[in-house]
């Protein structure tokens, strides 16, 4: 029986990992299994890399990876956002199957059952509640490889799950590094000092790139496992927002930049460029030891690339680092329609290289169909062991890898998330599912017609790859086909259905009824034309991006309270908080209440520089009230919000 070892997190054991035991002897190389190395890049879109089309971004080695194995040109995500296709990675089940159906998996609260958004008189489709959580139940690749005597490591970013038996630890990984399942990227930035990593032994000289220190960690997994089979799991955090990059390397990048080109974001390329160097660093360690001809390469992203210029009123005061090029839209996904977050092929369509020595031929391009569900039975038959006994939608590809052509004649997709609102900025960003089948195409987009039916679009992407030509009048007998199988495909899975609203009233206006604000620790709803708010924790507020805006800003807005909990008093203190791009905390703004009644407040933040997101925060004390308007000024402009 093999024994689960369990470590901290320091340097220590980094260093000292995952000795071999005595109960788990070392078989000699010729008869031991492959190891396996699977690189998922986040966010990173299908032209990003170099041996995929990319002419300004550098991606050396992930290009010589490629020179080394076999590169896809049809390979899928499983969603176009990312907790979902890592769900279907580790399980090699459809994201519908297991209900995680959105990148949600942060959130503090537990949901662990499928369903609708609770209806809503001003939203006219209700979408998928994704879970938010991987539920131990599903049997995990990292599961199945440890207890076939595999060292299982998990690198970089998790998102499937926190506090609670849902971390990479309890998923099968023995170690993880550096242990951040609580966050849905790196947010403050990847250069050092790393404000989501919450260890206090990890820190970094400042400006260090957090690929760097992970790659350089694994780097040194895979020298102290080297005599034994290991299974590294590498996520990587680039190139997910925000868009943080050496400064030495962005200003490479402007130089280069073609003003004339789809790419030539300088920061977003030196972005690409330190997750190329931290992939060559781990090859790099694979080679010293002389494991190449030993182990697998897979090199994946879990979704399309965003590749859309920011809307000034709507960035959520996100700002490059260095400053400058958040105007520039990050890359450019085409051929391909659209991109992350949209059910078009720019949103699913990802790189996959696979490297699997002996099988595997070097430098070959293959057109075969692949999804990221493939990959559960692809690698257990790649390292031997049997997968019969596991319930899996994924289809070994290991005729594909070695050239026999691939048994995936159908690639599914269920998105059941997304609006109009926010398909006007992101094309195919709505409730949605697809099947494709050969070089068609069938979008079912759910309840998306005034009626409440649902609105279909057929593309062959075999001549039209950017989606422009809807196909489906023309062709009403394949859209039926389609359809018959992508029904089957959903009853299956047991896939929510998002439906028209039948609480919707068409004359309450379809925007959102909030103006942009967002409520924190506490409900809010419009009534009788003033802004109502619940506490539903301490220190309830609102938050309000204001983004790329200078300040000095003045606050000012009308409050009521309504109820409190014992503590508040006639004179009461609140405050007016600013969070600005840059990271930074200044000391917020109070303000006081100074009668019972409804009173008129103004707060001036003294801050010059961008300011990013304005929070208000409810009195002390405060458990209810209700807002008639706010305003805010700056720079000569004013946005007043009248509830």
């Known amino acids: 029986m093999n024994r689960i070892l369990i470590f901290s997190v320091t340097l220590l054991s980094i260093s000292h990992l995952l000795a071999a035991s005595a109960e788990s002897p070392t078989p000699p190389p010729s008869s031991r299994r492959p190891n396996v190395v699977f690189i998922l890049a986040d966010d990173l879109g299908w032209r990003d890399l170099g041996v995929y089309g990319s002419t300004y971004h550098e991606t050396p080695n992930v290009d010589r990876l490629a020179a080394r194995g076999l590169r896809f040109t049809q390979a899928y995500a499983a969603n176009p956002l990312c907790s979902p296709t890592r769900a279907s990675i580790l399980t090699g089940l459809y994201p519908a199957r297991i209900g995680i159906t959105a990148p949600v998996c942060h959130l503090p609260q537990e949901i662990l059952e499928k369903g609708l958004t609770a209806p809503q008189p001003h939203v006219r489709v209700q979408v998928a509640n994704s879970l938010t959580r991987l539920k131990p139940e599903y049997t995990t690749l990292a599961e199945v490889l440890r207890d076939a005597g595999y060292v299982t490591a998990h690198f970089g970013k998790w998102h499937l799950g926190h506090s609670g038996p849902y971390e990479p630890k309890d998923q099968g990984f023995q170690f993880d590094f550096p242990h951040t399942p609580q966050v849905p990227g790196p947010g403050g930035g990847y250069l050092a000092p790393w404000k989501f990593i919450k260890d206090p032994t990890i820190q970094g000289a400042p400006g260090e790139h957090i690929e760097d220190r992970m790659s350089t960690e694994a780097a040194r997994f895979i020298r102290n496992n080297k005599d034994r089979p290991f299974y590294l799991n590498y996520w990587c955090f680039s190139v997910h927002s925000p868009w943080s990059a050496k400064p030495e390397l962005v200003e490479y990048f402007r130089q280069k930049a073609d003003p004339n080109s789809s790419q030539r974001n300088p920061v977003y ?9 931290a992939v060559g660093r781990i090859v790099a360690a694979i080679d010293e030891c002389g494991l190449a001809d030993q182990t697998i390469v897979i090199f994946f992203s879990d979704n399309g690339r965003f590749a859309y210029p920011p809307r000034r009123e709507n960035n959520r005061g996100v700002e490059t680092q260095p400053p400058g090029y958040a105007d520039i839209p990050a890359t450019s996904n085409l051929p391909l329609r659209s991109g992350k977050a949209s059910i078009y092929e720019g949103g699913t369509r990802v790189p996959l290289i696979v490297i699997w020595p002996g099988h595997t031929q070097p430098g070959t391009v293959t057109d075969s169909l692949f999804s990221s569900v493939d990959f559960f039975p692809t ?14 939608d994924g289809i070994s ?8 052509g691939s048994p995936r004649k159908e690639v599914f997709c269920h998105f059941p998330h997304g609006s109009e609102n926010q398909a006007r900025n992101i094309p195919g960003f709505l409730p949605s599912a697809y099947l494709r089948e050969g070089d068609w195409k069938l979008i079912r987009f759910f309840a998306a017609n005034s009626d409440g039916t649902d609105r279909f679009e057929l593309y062959n992407l075999a001549d039209d790859i950017g989606e422009s030509h809807n196909l489906a009048d023309k062709y009403p007998e394949r859209v039926a086909a389609l359809r018959v199988k992508l ?3 959903l009853a299956d899975t047991e896939a929510v259905i998002p439906r028209q609203n039948p609480d919707y009233r068409g004359d309450v206006p379809t925007q959102d009824p909030l103006l942009g604000w967002k409520a924190r620790n506490c409900q809010a709803e419009i009534r009788d034309g003033k802004l109502h708010l619940s506490a539903t924790a301490g220190s309830p507020f609102l938050g309000f991006s204001v983004g790329r805006q200078h300040g000095p800003l003045q606050v000012a807005f009308h409050l009521k309270v309504l109820r409190t909990d014992g503590t508040h008093q006639d004179k009461s203190a609140g405050k007016v908080e600013w969070l600005p791009p840059s990271g930074e905390r200044p000391a917020p703004v109070p303000y006081e209440m100074t009668s019972a009644g409804p009173q008129t407040v103004v707060a001036e933040v003294p801050w010059t520089q961008f ?7 409810l009195p002390e004390g405060c458990r209810e009230a209700e807002v008639d308007w706010i305003e805010l000024t700056w720079q000569g402009q004013k946005k007043r919000f009248d509830f």
Do not use: N, P, T, W
């Open 269 to 277: 390329a030196a972005m690409v460029k330190s997750l190329d160097d």
């Open 379 to 392: 690698i257990l038959e790649m390292c031997g062991i049997d997968h019969s006994g596991y319930r899996v």
């Open 397 to 404: 590809q290991v005729a594909a890898l070695e050239g026999k």
């Open 487 to 489: 029904e089957k495909y």
């Open 611 to 617: 300011i990013g997101i304005v929070r208000i925060y």
